[in-house]
């Protein structure tokens, strides 16, 4: 059930930008980004609902492909404060747990 | 406080001692959450509460881990004759409603590391 992440790490140089991946096998009600800094407590980043609805803050955007039970979170114009590892979670249709990832580890260098 | 507390930050047992972890969420959240972490990896899902009813448990890796809360507010997590695979961050959080289709935000506190010697 846990879905699946892809890369598994990014560096880039501030400015550029990036795209992770996260898919499922299950159908899905929602799915979670959560960014965590080493040391720290995974933070909020946005939801996306089944049947579109797409809630967050910050300036980064993600879509939810729900034929494909996809997701893709977008970081543009990457910041130094953007490094940290990226969550999704998902919960799958029918069952009340957030299930997370294995992460992606997104370093910005100057 | 304004967030979610957990104590003790810093856990060191001896194999085979009992632990126990407490979170204390915001004030008012129905639902709350333990996770586990291992280093390097994602929180994975322990059991979670709605209230003082403990809907899911499916992710406590034997029955030397225990999780409560009696008063639907301040929960524990246990863990009996400890082994050096519990070694791990364990996050709680918490969030406003329900679960399912109407999950919000999770809540999460900066999590208790245990270390089994």
């Known amino acids: 059930q846990q879905p699946v992440q892809s890369p598994q790490a990014v560096i880039l140089r501030e400015g550029e930008d990036a795209v992770i991946n996260c898919s499922s096998s299950?159908?899905?009600?929602?799915v979670h980004w959560y960014r965590q800094k080493h040391g720290e407590a995974p933070v909020f980043l946005m939801i996306?609902?089944?049947?579109?609805e797409q809630k967050g803050h910050e300036k980064i955007s993600a879509s939810f492909n729900e034929k494909k039970q996809q997701s893709s979170l977008y970081l543009t114009a990457s910041q130094l404060s953007y490094s940290g590892t990226y969550f999704c979670g998902v919960i799958i249709q029918g069952a009340q747990k957030l299930v997370f990832g294995q992460g992606t580890r997104l370093t910005i260098n100057p | 406080g304004a967030g979610v507390s957990q104590s003790p930050r810093y856990k060191v047992a001896k194999r085979g001692q009992d632990v126990a972890l407490r979170c204390d969420p915001i004030s008012g959240h129905v639902s709350l959450f333990w996770y586990q972490q291992a280093l390097g990896q994602g929180p994975e899902f322990l059991t979670y509460?709605?209230?003082?009813?403990?809907?899911?448990k499916s992710g406590l890796p034997s029955d030397r881990f225990f999780a409560e809360r009696p008063e639907g507010s301040v929960s524990t997590l246990k863990i009996q004759r400890t082994q050096q695979e519990d070694s791990a961050v364990y996050l709680c959080?918490?969030?406003?409603?329900?679960?399912?289709?109407?999950?919000?935000?999770?809540?999460f506190g900066e999590g208790s590391r245990l270390t089994v010697l």
């Open positions: 299950k159908a899905l009600y929602s």
């Open positions: 959080a918490s969030s406003q409603g329900t679960t399912g289709f109407d999950t919000g935000e999770l809540f």
């Open positions: 509460f709605q209230n003082e009813a403990q809907l899911d």
């Open positions: 996306l609902l089944k049947g579109g």
